[in-house]
């Protein structure tokens, strides 16, 4: 099922609130934040004092999406400031694994989200594992670029294999 997200990344940060709630109110299901570190992307945007920030605005789910490298130390505090999901690129931490169980011990839901270079076949095994999958269909860390076509292609290989194999995410 396709969700509506908006990006917090494009909204006017001198009034978040107001963003928020005009997202709201026009049918976004979830509010997007994207987090970049410095490490995993050469931006930095964001982290779980805006999560924590904009939790009392919203009852809309908050849709994490982190672009960090490690992962694995940060999830607890993106927990605590009030995510109801948390995504995360495989190639930026060892313990893929382990965050998945971990994100979902703590009834959060799961995803992961992947980079244009990264192949299905790189992800294929935590699908039974998780909630959902981003699909970049740009390059994580910058705004502004053209949408990749390319990536429709993944889209309709992940909608196969979600087919096929009878998963929910």
């Keep these: 099922m396709i969700k ?3 990006s917090i990344l494009a ?8 963003e928020i709630e005009l997202v709201d109110k026009n049918g976004a299901e979830y509010i997007h934040i994207d987090v970049m570190d ?3 992307v050469n931006n930095i945007a964001f982290g779980p004092n805006m ?3 904009l939790r009392p605005f919203t009852k809309k789910k908050l849709d994490v999406h982190l672009m960090i490298t490690p992962v694995a130390k940060y ?3 993106f927990i ?3 995510s109801d999901i948390i995504s995360f690129h495989p190639d930026a931490d060892k ?8 994100i979902k011990s703590n009834n959060c839901k799961v995803g992961i989200a992947i980079h244009p270079n990264i192949k299905i076949n790189d992800i294929d095994e935590f699908l039974e594992d998780i909630d959902c999958v981003i699909v970049m269909t740009v390059v ?13 292609n993944k889209i309709v290989e992940l909608n196969n294999i979600k087919k096929n194999r009878n998963l929910n995410f």
Excluded: L, T
């Design 75 to 77: 999830i607890d505090d």
């Design 38 to 40: 410095g490490h995993y």
């Design 11 to 18: 909204a006017d940060m001198m009034n978040m609130r107001e």
């Design 51 to 53: 999560v924590k920030a």
């Design 140 to 152: 994580p860390g910058f705004g502004g670029q053209k949408f990749m076509h390319s990536e429709i």
């Design 4 to 6: 509506i997200a908006p």
């Design 80 to 82: 605590k400031a009030g």
């Design 95 to 102: 313990k893929s694994r382990e965050i998945i169980k971990q």
